[in-house]
């Protein structure tokens, strides 16, 4: 990969130039889209910042105004005017007010920046969480979305804050500037052009590498994620057994540092070109000072301007130029800025498809679950996960889904709980669509068991409380559920009972076995009261032999009446469904009860005859 920036003169295919006017279109509204963000967060902090910006971009005018009116006048007390002491007093007086006021209008802006920041950054990411919330599973499965979630994350503490910023900056060195010019203009018009060009070359080297390496890091997301990712597996417990004993620690580290490698080489090439180019141009800024140093020098010796105003003129012309290398360094920043929040913007736009509709009752009460013809595709995969999938689960009954790995059995599971989006097909539940039910209704008429349940860092109660979130903190809950699931001697034995917080990660926290973890999970899953479909993915995965049996037992108690969907690799957890369903490359290959299928010899009684052949 040859990456790298481009100088400001040089030329851009007709593409990126295309990019670049947008871009620029786009910078002044992604800073107004800034400022609503500021608005948002707090109104007092943006009214202090704003009045903070006013007085520390008028007080600079004042003072060096005020510096010509203090010099002419000691000049004409020299003279012998009796006067001029009264009017260099009061002159220094109001130049002192001016100096006060500019102070206290930096502290003004100092102070706002620091409340801001923490606040500012707290309402981006909380809108990107709240965002990330609202995306279906398929969505984090998606590579290229990650890349945009992860442009929008890595910088959100400090980009929308460092737009604003820059803008009240913008806006402060204006104010300076429009008293500058017209102190400048009594001088010449010459004095205010030569001012003004003197920072504009500047201020296109800075935008075109503002541009260039805002390209370079977005372009590298995947690489950054990469990074981020390695981080995460050398960083956290989850990984650290495992790393450890295989000794993969050396192998990761050479990974992240070739990633590192890799970014750093064109990241420098990039910096050293911006900063060379920011060189010349400064030095080129500098000479047009002294030259316009000399100009007014001489005018004061030829007698065409005064000592005062030759102090003025010399004072505004140094702080008029740095106000407009630091206004035009400040539109070069915000250019970066704003195409972050253009990112920032086009996460948060990221269409969510519709978790739900209105529907919260049903047509047929008697109709069950129906799966129709349903068929579902992984992005990029070359054949269907589930292809032409149907059944008929009547109320008060349970089928079992059963399968070699890869089958399509948990992918079943993810579209039967509305994670996923069917391609084709449908289902149906007392006669409605899936999609039709609303949100709300459907949380109260099923629960579900994942294979690959959460271990929350929590109390083992809100372990359990996370299955109904209208209940997360009832403790009666939290019991009745554990009592179903059978699992008070996890609780029994834990210091704090349901209060004791459980993993490795903070102070105080006890961590439990996989089998343990996977009893609490199962509570999780009944703390919803009086659902009528339970889906149940690989329930006894993690249990021992004999719990397995009390766990098949509890499972066809806990089912009584009920709807239930059992995906389980053991054969004899499904031999307690009224019917078992075969899956087989995405496709339902048997349908029957365990003898018959035993009977027909196929499939099923593959894997029936290979479990039976381990216990002899």
């Given at each position: 990969?040859?990456?790298?920036?481009?100088?400001?003169?040089?030329?851009?295919?007709?593409?990126?130039?295309?990019?670049?006017?947008?871009?620029?279109?786009?910078?002044?509204?992604?800073?107004?889209?800034?400022?609503?963000?500021?608005?948002?967060?707090?109104?007092?902090?943006?009214?202090?910042?704003?009045?903070?910006?006013?007085?520390?971009?008028?007080?600079?005018?004042?003072?060096?105004?005020?510096?010509?009116?203090?010099?002419?006048?000691?000049?004409?007390?020299?003279?012998?005017?009796?006067?001029?002491?009264?009017?260099?007093?009061?002159?220094?007086?109001?130049?002192?007010?001016?100096?006060?006021?500019?102070?206290?209008?930096?502290?003004?802006?100092?102070?706002?920046?620091?409340?801001?920041?923490?606040?500012?950054?707290?309402?981006?990411?909380?809108r990107i969480i709240e965002k990330a919330s609202q995306l279906g599973l398929a969505d984090f499965e998606d590579p290229t979305l990650h890349d945009r979630m992860e442009e929008a994350r890595r910088e959100a503490t400090v980009?929308?804050?460092?737009?604003?910023?820059?803008?009240?900056?913008?806006?402060?060195?204006?104010?300076?500037?429009?008293?500058?010019?017209?102190?400048?203009?009594?001088?010449?018009?010459?004095?205010?052009?030569?001012?003004?060009?003197?920072?504009?070359?500047?201020?296109?080297?800075?935008?075109?590498?503002?541009?260039?390496?805002?390209?370079?890091?977005?372009?590298?997301?995947?690489?950054?994620?990469?990074?981020?990712?390695?981080?995460?597996?050398?960083?956290?417990?989850?990984?650290?057994?495992?790393?450890?004993?295989?000794?993969?620690?050396?192998?990761?580290?050479?990974?992240?540092?070739?990633?590192?490698?890799?970014?750093?080489?064109?990241?420098?090439?990039?910096?050293?070109?911006?900063?060379?180019?920011?060189?010349?141009?400064?030095?080129?800024?500098?000479?047009?000072?002294?030259?316009?140093?000399?100009?007014?020098?001489?005018?004061?010796?030829?007698?065409?301007?005064?000592?005062?105003?030759?102090?003025?003129?010399?004072?505004?012309?140094?702080?008029?130029?740095?106000?407009?290398?630091?206004?035009?360094?400040?539109?070069?920043?915000?250019y970066e800025d704003a195409l972050y929040v253009e990112s920032l913007d086009a996460f948060l736009a990221h269409p969510v498809v519709g978790d739900g509709g209105e529907i919260d009752e049903g047509q047929d009460t008697q109709?069950?679950?129906?799966?129709?013809?349903?068929?579902?595709?992984?992005?990029?995969?070359?054949?269907?996960?589930?292809?032409?999938?149907?059944?008929?689960?009547?109320?008060?009954r349970t089928v079992a889904i059963v399968g070699h790995n890869g089958s399509g059995k948990s992918t079943l599971v993810k579209l039967l709980t509305r994670r996923y989006v069917p391609d084709g097909g449908r289902i149906l539940?007392?006669?409605?669509?899936?999609?039709?039910?609303?949100?709300?209704?459907?949380?109260?008429?099923?629960?579900?068991?994942?294979?690959?349940?959460?271990?929350?860092?929590?109390?083992?109660?809100?372990?359990?409380?996370?299955?109904?979130?209208?209940?997360?903190?009832?403790?009666?809950?939290?019991?009745?559920?554990?009592?179903?699931?059978?699992?008070?001697?996890?609780?029994?034995?834990?210091?704090?009972?349901?209060?004791?917080?459980?993993?490795?990660?903070?102070?105080?926290?006890?961590?439990?076995?996989?089998?343990?973890?996977?009893?609490?999970?199962?509570?999780?899953?009944?703390?919803?009261?009086?659902?009528?479909?339970?889906?149940?993915?690989?329930?006894?995965?993690?249990?021992?032999?004999?719990?397995?049996?009390?766990?098949?037992?509890?499972?066809?108690?806990?089912?009584?009446?009920?709807?239930?969907?059992?995906?389980?690799?053991?054969?004899?957890?499904?031999?307690?469904?009224?019917?078992?369903?075969?899956?087989?490359?995405?496709?339902?290959?048997?349908?029957?009860?365990?003898?018959?299928?035993?009977?027909?010899?196929?499939?099923?009684?593959?894997?029936?005859?290979?479990?039976?052949?381990?216990?002899?």
């Amino acid at each position: 990969m040859n990456h790298s920036g481009p100088d400001p003169v040089s030329d851009e295919p007709e593409q990126q130039e295309e990019e670049d006017r947008q871009g620029a279109s786009g910078a002044l509204k992604n800073s107004l889209r800034a400022l609503s963000l500021v608005w948002e967060t707090s109104r007092g902090l943006t009214v202090l910042l704003v009045g903070s910006t006013l007085a520390a971009g008028l007080a600079p005018v004042a003072a060096a105004f005020l510096a010509r009116i203090v010099v002419d006048a000691v000049v004409g007390s020299l003279a012998g005017e009796g006067a001029a002491k009264f009017t260099a007093f009061w002159g220094i007086v109001g130049e002192g007010v001016a100096v006060a006021v500019l102070i206290a209008g930096n502290r003004g802006t100092a102070l706002g920046q620091q409340l801001l920041k923490a606040k500012l950054a707290h309402h981006v990411t909380r809108r990107i969480i709240e965002k990330a919330s609202q995306l279906g599973l398929a969505d984090f499965e998606d590579p290229t979305l990650h890349d945009r979630m992860e442009e929008a994350r890595r910088e959100a503490t400090v980009r929308p804050l460092g737009l604003v910023l820059r803008s009240f900056t913008l806006a402060k060195n204006a104010i300076s500037l429009a008293g500058y010019f017209a102190i400048l203009v009594d001088l010449s018009w010459w004095a205010v052009g030569v001012l003004v060009v003197a920072g504009v070359p500047a201020f296109f080297s800075e935008a075109r590498f503002s541009e260039v390496t805002f390209r370079f890091f977005k372009s590298h997301s995947p690489e950054s994620r990469e990074r981020n990712y390695i981080e995460t597996v050398l960083t956290r417990e989850h990984f650290a057994k495992e790393v450890g004993f295989f000794g993969l620690g050396d192998i990761f580290l050479v990974r992240y540092d070739e990633l590192f490698d890799r970014l750093y080489g064109e990241d420098r090439r990039i910096a050293i070109k911006r900063h060379v180019w920011g060189l010349i141009l400064g030095l080129a800024g500098t000479a047009a000072f002294f030259a316009a140093y000399i100009w007014i020098v001489l005018d004061t010796v030829e007698g065409l301007l005064t000592l005062g105003q030759m102090t003025m003129y010399v004072v505004v012309f140094r702080q008029g130029q740095n106000a407009v290398t630091t206004a035009l360094t400040s539109l070069g920043g915000m250019y970066e800025d704003a195409l972050y929040v253009e990112s920032l913007d086009a996460f948060l736009a990221h269409p969510v498809v519709g978790d739900g509709g209105e529907i919260d009752e049903g047509q047929d009460t008697q109709d069950g679950l129906r799966v129709e013809n349903l068929t579902y595709t992984y992005p990029g995969a070359s054949r269907p996960a589930l292809d032409g999938v149907s059944f008929h689960l009547e109320p008060g009954r349970t089928v079992a889904i059963v399968g070699h790995n890869g089958s399509g059995k948990s992918t079943l599971v993810k579209l039967l709980t509305r994670r996923y989006v069917p391609d084709g097909g449908r289902i149906l539940l007392d006669g409605v669509e899936l999609s039709a039910w609303s949100t709300d209704a459907l949380r109260d008429r099923v629960s579900v068991l994942f294979q690959d349940f959460n271990r929350y860092k929590l109390t083992a109660g809100e372990n359990i409380g996370a299955g109904d979130a209208e209940r997360f903190d009832d403790e009666e809950g939290w019991k009745a559920a554990t009592e179903e699931a059978r699992a008070e001697s996890v609780i029994a034995e834990l210091d704090k009972g349901y209060h004791t917080r459980l993993g490795r990660s903070f102070r105080g926290a006890s961590e439990l076995s996989g089998g343990q973890w996977q009893r609490l999970a199962f509570a999780r899953a009944l703390m919803k009261q009086d659902t009528d479909l339970l889906i149940f993915d690989e329930p006894t995965s993690a249990a021992d032999p004999k719990r397995q049996a009390e766990l098949d037992d509890q499972l066809a108690e806990i089912l009584q009446g009920r709807m239930g969907v059992i995906v389980s690799h053991r054969l004899a957890t499904a031999r307690i469904a009224d019917d078992i369903l075969v899956l087989d490359h995405g496709r339902v290959v048997e349908l029957g009860h365990h003898d018959d299928l035993v009977e027909q010899d196929g499939v099923y009684a593959s894997l029936y005859r290979v479990q039976a052949a381990a216990y002899r």
